[in-house]
């Protein structure tokens, strides 16, 4: 038989960033890649109080009746599950006083199948032929974006400005100067914490992202994948905010529940509406345990003081560990920095005018067995050339210890032997 794809299959076939990560990430986990540090994957680590409250709620759905029967044996409606939908509302009407109704809630089966949907709902050819985009105004941003978009040119992010930081640390910011919202962009998009970089736009960066949008009437997604309320993977005070063209996107997945499958996004109606449409027709339903699982924690707080005073805590400790090592492990290479950790499960380490791209680094460090991912790929959509965007990596830091201080000190290894310096 001929196989024959479509434009869209033939550039999904060719591969991806996202596909080559989650391979090599299945491989390591499923013992068929010889590996020594795995720290490439989003994989959430492990966090003991949070599994002990996941226990206790399924021993609790168990014992309550046919409760379990109706979480595996019924289809919700395409908008996810109507308790489930009045307990976020109410949380989050309760917690910030946003004016939130259950019509500005859409669950879908992940957080990353919800941005595919907007994306597509949003940007792409329009109705009257033009071409619209998602601006992404903070490059380098999530990998798992760069290929949601169904046109080939679905994105277009933009370069930021770089500060430089005392103890080897650096952070990017917005450059403003570049934002321009002209018909052409459909929507824009952040991360926050950013994946890959930790970085956490700051209350003032993300008001003028809302301000920007107002006066384009168009939407401002915020993906609070690592953020508040929860999982609140955050090491920095933040306020977040809300209005009427605003899409929050939150997830289970960080706070150790990633199988469950539970995105939940919290926008304006009629866009939540187009999503819970689009949902239905790619999965009819959403997968019910997530739902169930947290939402009496939604209802009585629990899930907010869970996520603080157990993940956050894990988190921030582990991320301290792995920079000490970091600066230990660098001590002779001034020229390497990582950037500023506030939030999120990973370090963003930077070597500056390294001689070879950061994509043949990963392949050197596969070698030895360690996994960590190119910078090259956060930088999609991007349309002048920087050099930077070969001299970064993404390492998790929220692997054991073990593990996490091997694969530095490969790192360093190689990374000195790149520079000609070891
Ligand atoms: C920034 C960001 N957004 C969205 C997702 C998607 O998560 P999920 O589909 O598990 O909710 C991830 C996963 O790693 C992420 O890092």
Same mark, same amino acid.
């Given at each position: 038989m001929r196989q024959s794809l479509s434009e869209l299959g033939e550039r999904i076939a060719q591969g991806s960033g996202i596909l080559e990560l989650m391979d090599d990430l299945g491989k390591a986990l499923s013992g068929h890649l010889p590996v020594?540090?795995?720290?490439? $994957? $989003?994989n959430p680590a492990r966090v003991p109080a949070a599994e002990a409250v996941w226990r206790r709620r399924m021993e609790e759905i168990l014992a309550d009746g046919d409760a379990f029967e109706r979480m595996v044996g019924i289809y919700d409606t395409p908008q996810g599950q109507p308790a489930f939908i009045r307990a976020v509302a109410g949380f989050v009407r309760r917690r910030y %006083?946003?004016?939130?109704?259950?019509?500005h809630i859409a669950v879908t089966n992940g957080s990353q199948h919800g941005f595919f949907c907007l994306f597509n709902l949003l940007a792409g050819a329009q109705s009257g032929g033009a071409l619209r985009r998602i601006l /992404? =105004? *903070? @490059? #380098?941003? !999530?990998?798992?974006?760069?290929?949601?978009? *169904?046109? #080939?040119?679905h994105f277009r992010s933009l370069r930021p400005t770089l500060e430089i930081l005392p103890d080897r640390q650096f952070k990017y910011h917005v450059d403003? +100067?570049? /934002?321009d919202l002209g018909p052409e962009v459909a929507a824009v998009c952040v991360s926050r914490p950013t994946n890959p970089t930790g970085n956490v736009l700051s209350d003032g960066e993300v008001a003028r992202l809302m301000e920007a949008t107002r006066a384009a009437d168009i939407p401002l997604l915020i993906d609070?994948?690592?953020? @508040?309320?929860? =999982?609140?993977? /955050?090491f920095r005070d933040i306020e977040p905010d809300w209005d009427e063209h605003v899409v929050l996107g939150l997830s289970? +997945?960080? *706070? %150790?529940? =990633?199988?469950?499958r539970t995105g939940i996004f919290i926008g304006p109606p009629a866009l939540m509406k187009a999503l819970s449409g689009l949902n239905a027709v790619m999965s009819l339903a959403n997968g019910n345990l997530g739902q169930t699982l947290v939402a009496p924690l939604l209802e009585d707080g629990s899930l907010e003081r869970l996520s603080r005073e157990a993940v956050a805590p894990f988190y921030r400790e582990r991320s301290e560990r792995a920079r000490a090592w970091f600066l230990a492990a660098f @001590?002779? *290479? #001034?020229?390497v920095r990582m950037h500023v950790?506030?939030?999120?499960m990973f370090h963003w380490y930077w070597f500056e005018g390294? #001689?070879?791209?950061s994509r043949d680094l990963y392949e050197r460090l596969k070698r030895r067995g360690v996994l960590v991912v190119p910078g090259?790929?956060?930088? !999609?959509?991007?349309?002048e050339d920087w =050099?930077?965007?070969?001299?970064c990596i993404r390492v998790?830091? @929220?692997?054991d210890s073990g593990t996490v201080r091997e694969g530095i000190a490969v790192i360093a290894e190689e990374v000195a032997r790149a520079y000609g310096a070891g």
């Open positions: 020594r540090a795995m720290m490439g $994957g $989003g %006083g946003w004016e939130v109704t259950p019509d /992404l =105004p *903070l @490059a #380098p941003e !999530y990998i798992g974006y760069a290929d949601q978009g *169904l046109h #080939p040119d403003f +100067s570049r /934002l609070n994948a690592y953020g @508040a309320p929860f =999982p609140h993977i /955050l289970l +997945s960080k *706070l %150790g529940l =990633p199988t469950t @001590a002779d *290479l #001034p020229q950790c506030e939030g999120a390294l #001689p070879i791209t090259e790929y956060f930088f !999609y959509g991007l349309e =050099p930077h965007r070969h001299e998790n830091y @929220a692997m």
